[in-house]
């Protein structure tokens, strides 16, 4: 570092205490000189006098410096010992009361965090705030409805409006929610409007999820009654989407006989005679061309009938509907099945 002069400075060691860089020249100029008019300090940093006085004023305000009374002014430069020890003192008072304040910031930080849980999740109590959420979450939805339907069921008034045909619902029901008087009706609706639905022996909790970026959770599933627990985008929410999807896996399919019989677990006929058809070549691994061939197919007849398979078996490749689907449908073992088939008419 460089004096205005051009001659190196002496390393910085009173910044800490809030001298800057010409504030401590000035110092040392004084102590150097042991007085010194504004003038001489001109001269001696290459300043102008204007500076030069305003700078002095500043140091001796810091207590590094006094004046005297005569004109022009003689600047005395005030012990180090003296001066430096109270601006030291000085900033310790600044630092324990900066110290002080720690309890206030501890406390802001919690009430943040406490903000931040609340953004995510949230009590809702009021049947009329739960409507309009309700009401929202249904004019917003863009891809998926997923939800744990369990007895007593929550009837929510006033929200019937048809979900837009592109949104994929898929609902889990318990035993005890099939038990309820109209529920089979209800289920059969729902699939006849395009919902998946399952069943699952016990379900531990009564949830609607929307997009996976909000869910509403019934704190007291036994009894119906009590607050909604909005929870939106957060490690419980992601939880919440892993536990549907791990019970959906294990969930039962189900379908609906023309009389209205409950089946679970089967496919309806055409898909039942099409999985027996083509999942043990999917899973022996032929391509279309070799399946055709098998089958007497026509390519878009395959395409619509795997297509049917993957949607009925929940599997986005087919490969996995191959594996899935045979062990599902053909617990015997595929080969069996494989050879029972070959040989068979084209359909």
Known sequence: MNTPNGRARAPRSLEALGIDDMEECV??????HRKATAEDVAN????TPRKARRLLDS????GLANHSPERPRQYIAAPPEFAVE???AQRQAVLE???STIPELKEQAANAVDSHLS???????????LSQILAQLLQTVQTEIVAFQ???VLYIHGHQEAVPAKVRIRTISDKGYLALPGALKSLRLDMENGEEVRIFPDLPLKMFVVDRRVALVLMNSESGTGPILLVRASSLLDALCALFELTWEQSTPIEFTRTGKLNTGKLDARLSDAAEQIIPLLAAGLNDKAILHETGMSAMTLTRRITELMKAFDTRTRFQLGWRAALDAFPNGLAASSRAKKGRAPR
């Open 86 to 88: 109270a601006l030291i």
């Open 44 to 47: 001696l940093l290459s300043l």
């Open 27 to 32: 110092y040392r100029a004084l102590l150097a």
């Open 150 to 152: 369990r007895a007593p």
């Open 59 to 62: 140091i001796e305000a810091k």
């Open 97 to 99: 009361r900066t110290r």
């Open 119 to 129: 953004e995510q999740m949230e009590l809702v109590s009021n049947s009329a705030a």
